[in-house]
């Protein structure tokens, strides 16, 4: 069974930046790509950040790229997205994902299980 746990949403300024968190339960957790999406109010959810199993495999949104980084820690079970340089159009509900099998590298294959953390950008 799969539960993801993310945390470390709040509201910042404009410019600012945040570290969100996904505690993940997963059986050989370190064996699965995990990744990141968000839901923006009154838009589709769009995929955000993805990283390989070992960690060494990164993949951004063009929207993001240059300020996000995702990272991830396999002897604690946890991914992070650090958010430098946000804006307003960074806001929404960030959810985190994972693969539903082992050893796949593909952002279309991931699968939300958290209830996702929320982040506001003011200008």
């Known amino acids: 069974q799969v539960q993801l746990v993310e945390s470390g949403g709040g509201l910042v300024q404009a410019g600012g930046s945040l570290r969100l968190s996904c505690a993940a339960s997963i059986h050989t957790f370190e064996r699965y790509a995990l990744g990141w999406f968000r839901q923006a109010p009154g838009k589709e959810r769009e995929f955000v950040a993805i990283?390989?199993?070992?960690?060494?495999?990164?993949s951004y949104a063009d929207s993001v790229k240059g300020r996000f980084t995702i990272s991830r820690d396999n002897t604690r079970n946890v991914v992070t997205l650090q958010m430098n340089s946000l804006k307003p159009e960074d806001t929404g509900v960030y959810y985190c994902?994972?693969?539903?099998?082992?050893?796949?590298?593909?952002?279309?294959?991931?699968?939300?299980w958290g209830q996702g953390t929320l982040v506001t950008v003011s200008p």
């Open positions: 990283v390989s199993w070992t960690g060494f495999r990164t």
């Open positions: 994902a994972v693969d539903s099998l082992a050893l796949r590298f593909d952002p279309s294959f991931l699968e939300i």
